[in-house]
Antibody
């Protein structure tokens, strides 16, 4: 069965960077676009971006341009999302999801606080 | 970007009664392949979102048949024929026709 297992919760100070991982299994990882979505506390869902199956092309939400980097490692079936220059507003649960968001990871809480 | 607008934002429903959520997009969701990539998600308290419906009206595997999706162009609806206690949560529509994907604000379904 399709599984997406994300890294654990993380706490960072403002200005730092965070890197969240998402390990896939149960499907041909190299054939699927992979997306990232976040959800601030008590808020709705916000799409962050996508990385193509080969990992050589990404599309990011305009508001995160310049601060977010999405990569993937086909050898380990893992996709990564790195967010830099963290602000308090980046505090959220971050989810990875397969193409058309048909399967989701369990979420990773990233807390930005001094 | 495509703006997705849901209504109502709060939906109190009596157990066993039907429920309906509307979702409108700011532009047509028809893709060049003729499909409309309008998805519906359920998020139960404390859980990750789960996709219920894809391409307007197709139920995902394991989704009860009391859930149905309909619509076309810019106007879409999610219906629950008879609400059960396990349906409590927030429902989101999302367009996957173009990047950036965009979500509706969410509709919170609760039992009266």
């Amino acid at each position: 069965q399709v599984q997406l297992v994300q890294s654990g919760a993380d706490m960072k100070e403002p200005g730092a960077s965070v890197k969240v991982s998402c390990k896939a299994s149960g499907f041909t990882f190299s054939s699927y676009y992979m997306h990232w979505v976040r959800q601030a506390p008590g808020q709705g869902l916000e799409w962050l971006g996508v990385v193509n199956p080969s990992g050589d092309s990404t599309t990011y939400a305009e508001k995160l341009q310049g601060r977010v980097t999405m990569t993937r490692d086909t050898s380990t079936s893992t996709v990564y999302m790195e967010l830099s220059s963290l602000r308090s507003e980046d505090t959220a649960v971050y989810y990875c999801a397969r193409h058309q968001l048909d399967h989701w990871g369990q979420g990773t809480l990233v807390t930005v606080s001094s | 970007d495509v703006v997705m607008t849901q209504s109502p934002l709060s939906l109190p429903v009596t157990l066993g009664q039907p429920a309906s959520i509307s979702c409108r997009s700011s532009q047509s969701l028809v893709y060049s392949d003729g499909n409309s990539y309008l998805n519906w998600f359920q998020q139960r308290p404390g859980q990750s979102p789960r996709r219920l419906i894809y391409k307007v009206s197709n139920r995902d595997s394991g989704v009860p048949d009391r859930f149905s999706g309909s619509g076309s162009g810019t106007d879409f609806t999610l219906k629950i024929s008879r609400v059960e206690a396990e349906d409590v949560g927030v429902y989101y529509c999302m367009q996957g026709t173009q990047w950036p994907y965009t979500f509706g604000q969410g509709t919170k379904l609760e039992i009266k």
